[in-house]
Nanobody, 123 residues
Framework: QEQVVESGGGSVQAGGSLRLSCAAP???????MAWFRQAPGKEREGVAN???????SYVDSVKGRFTLSKDNAKNTLYLQMNSLKPEDTAMYYC??????????????????WGQGTQVTVSS
């Protein structure tokens, strides 16, 4: 089954850093992969994605602070989060979808999800 597994969440103070990992089956090496987050009482929102060519995109609120990278040999996606803010507090989910032109950050386009990992940033 094409499922992904997230890890790496935790609790940090504002200004701190965390790195999230998302391991996906190697059979999905060319899939779009993305990070989403959902804060209590809010809708899930896209944070950043990467396509099969390694092109990345980010939402404005995390540009310059978050960085995606991927280990293609392991088919594992990483999200390095620096200068964290209290508003980054959320459950973070990794999503995966078969490749298409433009991966996008619409959660409804992603087929495969992990269980999520909690990120809490205190002020």
């Amino acid at each position: 089954q094409e499922q992904v597994v997230e890890s790496g969440g935790g609790s940090v103070q504002a200004g701190g850093s965390l790195r999230l990992s998302c391991a996906a089956p190697r059979s999905t090496y060319n899939y779009c992969m993305a990070w989403f987050r959902q804060a209590p009482g809010k809708e899930r929102e896209g944070v950043a994605n990467i396509d099969s060519n390694g092109f990345t995109s980010y939402v404005d609120s995390v540009k310059g602070r978050f960085t995606l990278s991927k280990d293609n040999a392991k088919n594992t996606l990483y999200l390095q989060m620096n200068s964290l803010k209290p508003e980054d507090t959320a459950m973070y989910y990794c999503g995966s979808r078969p490749p298409m032109v433009g991966c996008g950050l619409d959660q409804y386009d992603y087929n495969f999800w992990g269980q999520g990992t909690q990120v809490t940033v205190s002020s």
